[in-house]
Structures are given as C-alpha cells and as structure tokens.
C-alpha cells in the first residue's frame, strides 16, 4: 500500500526497484568479465611467449572467446531489461501523468494546458534505456579496478588512481558549469513552446489582423536565448569532454612509457606493460563516459523533478460510493465562484432550486458571471464558499466518470476531437447507433449529418472534413443530448447558427423539455424565451431577477420602461439642440 506521503512517480520507481538490482547484479559479473581481456594478455605475455605452447595459448583463447561471449550476453540482457524498465514505468505512469496534465489544465481554466509532462516522462524512458545510464552502474567498480592495479605495481595503483582523481573533479566542474545553464536552457524552451502553441491555435485571428510577424519577433526573442543558454552550456560541456578525452587517452599513453620502464628495469613482466594501459583504459571509461552524456543526465534530472512536482500536487481522489443515476434537481446554496488561481469572486453569494425537468434561462450583460455559473453547476469550478448539490449530494461528491453520462454540456467555444461524427456524439465511448441518432434528431442535426461526404462516419479534424462554426456547435449539442442526460447546460447554443439552425434548436429544446431532463440555458435572444419554464438575470455576480418566466419578463419591462423614456427625452433635445442623438441599433432579438 502506498503511503499518503508518495506520489505515482517513487511508487512506480519502488515497483521496478527488483529490475535496478537486476541490472546492478548484472553489472557485477560484466564488471568482473572486462577483466578477461587483461588476464589473457597477461597470460599471453607470461606463459604463452616463454613457454612456446601453443596448446596453452589455444586453450586460453578458446576460455576468453567463451567469457568474452558471455560478456557480451550479458551487456545485451542488461540493456534488455533497462528497456523494459523504462516501458514498465511509461506504464505504470502514464495515465497518472496524464490525468495530472488534464487536472493542472483544468483548474488553470486552460491557461496551463500543456503536453509537457507526458514530453518529460518519454525523454526520461529514453534516458533510462540509453547507455548513459550503464555509466553509473559501471563507476562503483573503479575502486576494484585500481586495487588491481596497485597488485600489478604501486605506481600503476597511483597513476590510475590520480587519473580517476583528476577526471572526477572534471565530472564535477562540468555540472558547476553546465548544470545550471542547461536547467535554465530547458525551462526557457519549454514556455517557448508553449508561446508557439498557444500562438497556433489562434492562426486564423493572427493571419487576418497581420499579428504574425510581431508574434513572431516575440517567439525569436525568446527563442534566441533558448539558444544563447544552450550554446553556453555545451561550449563549457565540450570543453570538459575534450580535457576528459584527451586526458584519458594521454594517461593511457604515459602508462605505457611507465610499465616499459619498469620493464626495462625488471620490475614487471613484458605482459604487465600493455595490461596496465588497457585497464587503466577501462577503469577510467565510465567516468569519461558520464562527463559525455552529461547533457542527457541534467536533463533527465530536470524532467523528473516536474513529473516528481506535478504527480506530488496531484493527490490521490478518495474512492467513492456510487449514487444513484441522478433525477435533476439542483440546489445552489450561498455560492461564491473565483476562476481557478484566483481568489476574485465572479460570483457572488448567490442561492437558488430548480426542480428536476425545469427549463431555466440564464440572462445577463457580458461579465456578469453565467459561464461561471454554468462551470460551477458542472462542478468544474470548485466554490470559495458554498455548495452546489445534484439531488441533495454536493455536486464534488459525484464520481465524475459515473456522472458524466448524465451530464450535457455545450459550452461557448465548440471543441470536436478527431473522430468520426458518430464517435464525437457517442463521446468515444462505444457508438451505440440508436443512441446516436436518437441525440441526432432531438438536436436537430440528423439531416445536415445525412449530408456530410460519409453521414455519420464522416471524420472530422486531421486530415478529415473541416466544418463550419454552425455545424460543430449543432454536433456539439447532439453530444450534450446523447445518452439522454438528465442535467443539461447549453453556453450561448445559437451563437454561430444561421436562422435554419435557430428553428432547428427552437425544435431541440421543445424536445428536452419533454424529455424531463433539467435544462440550463445562457442566452441574450429572445426568440427561445417560449421555451423557457423559468428566468435567471445576472448582474455584476449576482442574482437580480429568478422566478417564473412571466413574471422576470414584466418585472423586466417595469425596469426598462424608465430607462426608455429617459433615451428618448435625451434624444428629443439632442435633435431640439441640432445634434445627431441616434446611438447604436438594438438588436431587436437580444434580452438586456
């Protein structure tokens, strides 16, 4: 069981704990076996030479060519299981990763929503199944591996020993100089990516305004210190590589120089001379190799910092009971609604009850919080205070993936995902055909579908048909309808539909109200106020009018009539004083 203070992320890592001792054990006999080549040399020089056997000589090539094979088997299985290590993570912690990307989005209203975690936990997959990783594996043994130099020669100990002295502070120097850049590297290329996203979305308002060129020069702003930042750190990183490499292979060298000496002084046999360069080569190559790959190093050790920082933030949503399928009935009380990061209220204190199978309007200027309201009754907004209930549970209580199919939900700004139209409708779940078409016709959608080049397989988005604004929203609410849900909420339905689309959605909620479902509708026409049981005015976050259509409508008029008359008398003695008093044209359709 998972303790309350780990996240998915040290969980996962715990599950794949026996793999990384695998991989160690593993470690421990190719470690073991990068010494045959030494031994055999050795064994070469010291009894194949003097002795002229050549039976000795083919029997210790037949034992190296056999552990040397086995060498490479094992480094193959090695890699193997870091392979399968890093899928087994992706795993176990993609959904997760995904629901925490989805949650961040969701309550940063959008602001925040980024694929980068999921980018963050495939580049740390692909670190762990790289070869950089095996460095670190491979660097405990360079103890070993000087120990038995110092059996062949003090002073081979002490060289090897120097050198491993020597490139460790390179290894350190390199992250005091590289780590810090590259980290800020990273970062920087992350919000630039973003920038460009977020720019790409809203091509069309960009190239019709001519915005792209200054949109661009401020990518390049950033872009340029990305670059800046990266040209830094690899400058100092190649530097420190080179002085590792070219310290390495001269060290290796002078080696040489020295077991010739010793040779020629009789202190170590012929064999030891080249022995010593070949495993000084090999004691020091881990430590050359991370100084390498420290790039991919610094940024894996980014990318798991934010999975770590995202997955901790996220905690775990406790287990909770089902309730029954919901009838409708909604009861706001004292409610108070800030967007997401904000402790600005846009709504402000307000309570009501609506039946279950009750039709409401939600009216009100621009900014007077009914998109709030209608995220708040979703409970996709969560209150500063205050509580909506669904049938007397506080609407958070609800298990949303058992809730949701008795949810419709037409928001302002229409998003179809790429997918057939059936798929869309069926909200990617499994297409129930008679469903399908059941939410179709109630939207009033069925026979502009019938149209589109394949009806109901017709593929939207990718390389599929684009569709115009009317045609996504109009898909859009037979989504809503689908599945015949009993809490609907339609965000301005007819913001984008022509006057055919009008009729058809004057149609669609004469048949939701029959249908008894709970509707909710944001609307500045009137040409739908026949369909509504009840009226909500907003104002300023707050509710100034709720009650029976007829009643808001003349208390309405009660309120308006004062205001008219005063129009006119300032009109009248503008025209009396020769000055133009005509103001702009009301729309005869909308509700002030």
């Given at each position: 069981m998972r303790s309350p203070s780990e996240n998915s992320l040290h969980t996962a890592l715990k599950a794949c704990r026996e793999s990384f001792l695998s991989v160690g054990f593993f470690s421990f006999f190719i470690n073991a076996l990068m010494l045959v080549p030494t031994f055999y040399m050795l064994q070469v020089y010291g009894r194949v030479i003097t002795s002229g056997?050549?039976?000795?000589?083919?029997?210790?090539?037949?034992?190296?060519?056999?552990?040397?094979?086995?060498?490479?088997?094992?480094?193959?299985?090695?890699?193997?299981?870091?392979v399968r290590v890093s899928n087994r993570l992706d795993m176990l912690l993609s959904r997760q990763v995904y629901k925490a990307s989805f949650k961040r989005a969701l309550e940063s209203g959008g602001m925040d929503a980024?694929?980068?975690?999921?980018?963050?936990?495939?580049?740390?997959?692909?670190?762990?199944?790289?070869?950089?990783?095996?460095?670190?594996?491979?660097?405990?043994?360079?103890?070993?591996?000087?120990?038995?130099?110092?059996?062949?020669?003090?002073?081979?100990?002490?060289?090897?020993?120097?050198?491993?002295?020597?490139?460790?502070?390179?290894?350190?120097?390199?992250?005091?100089l590289t780590g810090p850049t590259l980290?800020?590297?990273?970062?920087?290329?992350?919000?630039?990516?973003?920038?460009?996203?977020?720019?790409?979305?809203?091509?069309?308002?960009?190239?019709?305004?001519?915005?792209?060129?200054?949109?661009?020069?401020?990518?390049?702003?950033?872009?340029?210190?990305?670059?800046?930042?990266?040209?830094?750190?690899?400058?100092?990183?190649?530097?420190?590589?080179?002085?590792?490499?070219s310290f390495r292979i001269l060290v290796q060298s002078l080696i040489l120089g020295l077991g010739a000496y010793l040779a020629v002084d009789h202190q170590v046999g012929a064999?030891?001379?080249?022995?010593?360069?070949?495993?000084?080569?090999?004691?020091?190559?881990?430590?050359?190799?991370?100084?390498?790959?420290?790039?991919?190093?610094?940024?894996?050790?980014?990318?798991?910092?934010?999975?770590?920082?995202?997955?901790?933030?996220?905690?775990?949503?406790?287990?909770?009971?089902?309730?029954?399928?919901?009838?409708g009935d909604v009861?706001?009380?004292?409610?108070?609604?800030?967007?997401?990061?904000?402790?600005?209220?846009?709504?402000k204190n307000i309570s009501f009850s609506v039946p279950a199978g009750c039709v409401v309007g939600i009216i009100g200027p621009s900014a007077a919080g009914k998109s709030t309201l209608a995220r708040a009754l979703l409970g996709i907004w969560a209150p500063l205070q205050g509580v909506v209930r669904l049938d007397g549970a506080d609407i958070s209580a609800w298990d949303k993936h058992e809730l949701g199919p008795h949810i419709g939900y037409l928001p302002q700004d229409i998003e179809l995902f790429e997918g057939s139209v059936s798929d869309n409708i069926a909200r990617f779940t499994r297409v129930d055909s008679e469903k399908v078409i059941l939410a179709a016709t109630t939207a009033g959608v069925h026979d502009m579908?019938?149209?589109?080049?394949?009806?109901?397989?017709?593929?939207?988005?990718?390389?599929?048909?684009?569709?115009?604004?009317?045609?996504?929203?109009?898909i859009g609410l037979a989504r809503a309808l689908y599945g015949s849900p009993r809490l609907i909420i339609l965000?301005?339905?007819?913001?984008?539909?022509?006057?055919?689309?009008?009729?058809?959605?004057?149609?669609?909620?004469?048949?939701?109200?029959?249908?008894?479902?709970?509707?909710?509708?944001?609307?500045?026409?009137?040409?739908?106020?026949?369909?509504?049981?009840?009226?909500?005015?907003?104002?300023?976050?707050?509710?100034?009018?709720?009650?029976?259509?007829?009643?808001?409508?003349?208390?309405?008029?009660?309120?308006?009539?004062?205001?008219?008359?005063?129009?006119?008398?300032t009109a009248m003695a503008a025209v009396a004083n020769g000055k133009d008093g005509s103001d702009e044209p009301h729309d005869p359709n909308s509700i002030n």
């Open positions: 056997s050549l039976t000795t000589l083919s029997m210790l090539t037949l034992i190296m060519t056999g552990l040397v094979i086995t060498l490479g088997c094992l480094e193959w299985t090695r890699s193997r299981i870091m980024s694929a980068q975690p999921l980018n963050d936990l495939t580049g740390l997959r692909q670190f762990l199944s790289g070869n950089g990783l095996f460095a670190f594996f491979d660097a405990p043994w360079l103890p070993i591996y000087i120990a038995v130099m110092f059996m062949f020669h003090p002073w081979f100990g002490w060289v090897a020993t120097g050198s491993a002295l020597l490139l460790l502070l390179l290894a350190f120097v390199n992250e005091r980290a800020q590297a990273n970062k920087e290329h992350i919000g630039a990516s973003l920038y460009t996203t977020k720019n790409l979305r809203n091509a069309e308002v960009i190239e019709s305004m001519g915005m792209l060129e200054t949109l661009m020069d401020r990518w390049w702003t950033r872009q340029k210190n990305v670059l800046l930042l990266q040209s830094r750190a690899s400058d100092k990183g190649a530097m420190i590589s080179t002085l590792s490499r064999g030891l001379v080249f022995a010593g360069s070949v495993l000084l080569g090999r004691a020091l190559a881990p430590i050359d190799l991370i100084i390498g790959s420290w790039k991919g190093f610094i940024a894996a050790r980014s990318q798991y910092a934010r999975l770590n920082a995202i997955l901790a933030s996220q905690q775990a949503q406790p287990e909770r009971m089902s309730l029954p399928a919901p009838k009861h706001v009380e004292n409610l108070t609604v800030a967007a997401p990061g904000s402790n600005i209220a846009i709504i579908i019938l149209l589109l080049p394949d009806g109901y397989d017709t593929v939207i988005g990718g390389d599929g048909v684009v569709l115009s604004g009317g045609q996504r929203q109009r965000d301005e339905p007819n913001s984008n539909l022509d006057e055919v689309g009008d009729r058809a959605l004057i149609a669609a909620l004469h048949r939701i109200r029959l249908s008894g479902a709970t509707l909710f509708v944001i609307t500045h026409r009137t040409n739908i106020v026949s369909q509504l049981d009840r009226l909500m005015v907003m104002s300023n976050g707050g509710l100034s009018l709720f009650g029976p259509r007829e009643l808001v409508l003349t208390e309405l008029n009660a309120q308006q009539a004062p205001k008219q008359t005063m129009q006119a008398e």
